[in-house]
C-alpha cells in the first residue's frame, strides 16, 4: 500500500516488458473506497470478433453481450472460480451476466475458438485504461492509501512500489 500525497489526478505512462508503450493495460487504485456498478457495460460480437477486446468494470456491474453478427455465437467463461455459459443465441439477441467479485474474466466462443475479449473487474472507483501511447490519467483521486496496479492482455502485471507514490504521476514497467 502506498500514500499518495496529493488530490486530483494521476497520470502516467505504462511500458511492456520489451520497452514499448502498453496500449489497452487497465491501470487502478484499491484502497478503502469501495465502487459502485456501473449502469451497464456491453461487450458485442460483430463480425467473429469481440467488441471492445478489453474491457474494465466495477463489481455489481451488469455486463451485456448483444450478438450483432450474421451467425450464432456461445459466450462462456471461467471467472474467479466461477464458470458461466449463456449458450447459444443467434443474431438479434441479447445475454446478460452481473460480474459480483473482482477479478479477471477471460470471455470467449465456443463456437468461434478465436474470438476472445478480457472483462477486469475492479472494486475501485479510481482505474482507467491507457490510450495507444500508453499513457493514462485517473481523475479525482483523493489523498489515501492506495496499492497501485497494473494488468495488460499480455500477461504482464506490475504493482506500485511505494517510494513511487508520492506524486501525481506514476509510471508502470511491466514484468511477466
Given amino acids: 500500500m502506498s500514500l499518495l500525497k496529493h488530490e486530483g489526478n494521476v ?3 505504462v511500458i511492456l516488458p520489451n520497452g514499448r508503450p ?9 484502497g478503502s473506497v469501495h465502487a459502485k456498478p ?5 461487450v458485442d460480437q460483430r463480425d467473429r470478433t469481440f467488441i471492445p477486446h478489453v474491457s474494465v468494470v466495477t463489481v455489481g456491474t451488469q455486463v451485456d453481450f448483444p450478438n450483432n453478427d450474421i451467425v450464432f455465437h456461445n459466450v462462456f467463461t471461467e471467472f474467479n472460480s466461477t464458470k458461466f455459459d449463456l449458450g447459444n443465441y443467434p443474431k438479434g ?7 459480483g467479485q473482482p477479478g479477471l474474466a477471460v ?7 478465436d474470438m476472445g475479449a478480457y472483462v ?6 479510481y482505474y482507467t485504461m491507457t490510450d495507444k501511447k500508453g499513457q493514462y490519467l485517473i481523475p479525482g483521486v483523493p489523498s489515501g492509501r492506495y496499492k497501485a496496479q497494473v494488468w495488460h492482455e499480455s500477461g504482464a502485471k ?6 513511487t507514490a508520492e506524486s501525481p504521476h506514476l509510471d508502470f514497467q511491466l514484468r511477466r
Avoid at 22 to 30: C, L, P
Avoid at 120 to 125: A, E, I
Avoid at 158 to 163: Q, R, V
Fill in 93 to 99: 439477441t441479447k445475454k446478460s451476466r452481473v460480474f
Fill in 11 to 13: 497520470t502516467g505512462k
Fill in 38 to 42: 456501473l449502469a451497464r457495460a456491453v
Fill in 120 to 125: 477486469m473487474v475492479v472494486d475501485t472507483p
Fill in 22 to 30: 502498453a496500449a489497452n493495460a487497465i491501470v487502478w487504485f484499491t
Fill in 158 to 163: 506490475a504493482t506500485l512500489d511505494t517510494s
Fill in 107 to 113: 470471455i470467449m466462443c465456443s463456437i468461434h475458438p
